[in-house]
């Protein structure tokens, strides 16, 4: 399960911010995740994994994670179209060309913290 070792880094992340701020972050109330839908990241793993790692930290203790996903489209390079990733993976439903590229849905990103 990496996703215990992503919400490591989001929370090495946020002190590494945290420790430049004045006054001091005393407590954080919740961390938004932006999670692309073909990124690999289980949203329900995350939640576990942030579930175990606050109860072990004071400044995170009692805070809400909350995961917006983002939608995977994918951009056919020979007729242009975009279309929905996950119904027709790599295969343009336009023309069926696979000359296609990831145009988003694969990012995994702090996208908010709210903080006392």
């Not at 999670?35 to 994994?49: C, E, I, K, M, N």
Request: charged content about 25%; glycine content about 4%.
């Amino acid at each position: 399960m990496h996703e215990l070792s992503l919400i490591t880094s989001v929370v090495d992340s946020l002190y590494e911010v945290f420790e430049k701020q004045k006054p001091p972050v005393r407590r954080v109330r919740s961390v938004t995740l932006t999670v692309g839908t073909v990124s690999g990241v289980v949203p329900s793993y995350l939640t576990d994994a942030w579930s175990w790692f606050v109860k072990k930290d004071d400044l995170f203790k009692g805070s809400v994670l909350k995961i917006e996903p983002l939608k995977a489209i994918t951009k056919c390079n020979d007729c242009g179209e975009e279309y929905d990733t996950i119904q027709y993976a790599k295969v343009c439903p336009k023309c069926h060309s696979e000359n296609t590229v990831l145009k988003q849905g694969n990012e995994f990103m702090i996208k908010n913290v709210e903080v006392e």
